[in-house]
């Protein structure tokens, strides 16, 4: 399982709003000049984050995109899951699909692994906040 460079770039985006939109709210073109993407990609971006709730947006001459809630209160799992769905390496380990389209479901010796391997990796992701990785950015510049 990979995360997509629109879940990577959409942590980076909003880890670059914690750190510069704490004062005033952010355009794209500033934000993606920062993190070299291509503001119209970043543009599709802030629209999946803006409808899940992680960024909010103000429109006039001074206005741009800034975080809905505390850097504390975002998780790294809640920013990529807005991008990439259910982090499930398989189907049947995604807590998200109700009835799973395999034959062996209910007899598979490895669904335990897979269900295992979900849980931590999103129990890994929801254990950093955003607060955490800016502040990481932070002390490594």
């Known amino acids: 399982m990979k995360i997509s ?5 959409a942590l980076i ?8 939109g704490a004062d005033n709210q952010q355009s794209i073109a500033d934000v993606a000049t920062r993190e070299n993407i ?5 543009g599709q971006i802030f ?7 992680i960024i909010s947006s103000v429109r006039g001459k001074n206005g741009g995109y800034f975080l809905s ?3 504390l209160e975002i998780t790294a799992g809640e920013v990529v899951r807005a991008l990439e769905g259910d982090l499930a390496p398989t189907v049947c380990s995604s807590e998200a699909s109700g009835s799973v389209d395999c034959e062996a479901y209910g007899e598979c010796h490895t669904r335990s692994l897979w269900q295992t391997l979900a849980h931590e990796i999103n129990d890994t992701l929801d254990s950093f ?3 955490q990785l800016a502040d990481v950015y932070i002390k490594e510049s």
């Open 47 to 53: 629209f999946a984050l803006k409808n899940a709730g």
């Open 69 to 71: 809630k505390a850097p």
């Open 13 to 20: 985006s909003v880890v670059d709003l914690a750190l510069h």
């Open 38 to 42: 291509d503001p119209r990609y970043l």
């Open 129 to 131: 906040t955003i607060a």
């Open 5 to 9: 460079k629109k879940g990577q770039y």
